[in-house]
């Protein structure tokens, strides 16, 4: 179960004294990925994309223990589970916000994705996770290839966010730009950096196994 945490208990003592009361403490990363791997298994198996991705980036995430404490409000949120979400075109044409439990085991996951985003786009109302999980936000923009995108800085959602577009083709290889914003309260750049380097590496070794 999520539990506040004294910030003086925690690693992340200096950047809540130094972030957690600036203007903008919200950095963004570009980075291109080699998915080239991802587009093979989805055409193999038949699987979405975006799921696949998805997974891949809480596979990323898990191993970087800075991902499991994000400030809400002005405390300090400590987290047992992450969850991935993503953005639904529902039944009226609109988007909803989706979030589905990361589970190591990809077909679990998978399923869970299938029957949640179904619902949720049938429903129209949201599924919610982030009492309970630190969510990531994506969010794909996949009718226009783009370069890149800031997300905002509300001051109230805090989560790491993921943007991306359609990806590229070049030569025999597929390639996607990703842009990853987060709260500079919760990690610096050499955890994001790892986060990012994780990513590809899920991306790279991804199997289906069933």
Sequence with gaps: MPKEVNPKDTTRAAAYELWMNAPNPMVTFFKTFDVTNLIRVSRKRKLKFNMLLDYCIGSAAVNVKEFYTLPVGDKLIQYDTIAVNTIVKNKEGEVSSCDILYDADINKFNEEYLKYTAEVAASCRDRDLSENSMVIGTSAIVDTEIDGAV????????????????????????????????HHTQMDGAHAGRFLSNLQNEIHRLKWIT
């Design 151 to 182: 997300g905002m800085n509300s001051g109230i959602f805090n989560n790491p966010f993921i943007i991306w577009g359609r990806y590229k083709k070049k030569w025999l290889k597929y390639y996607l730009t990703l842009s990853f914003q987060f």
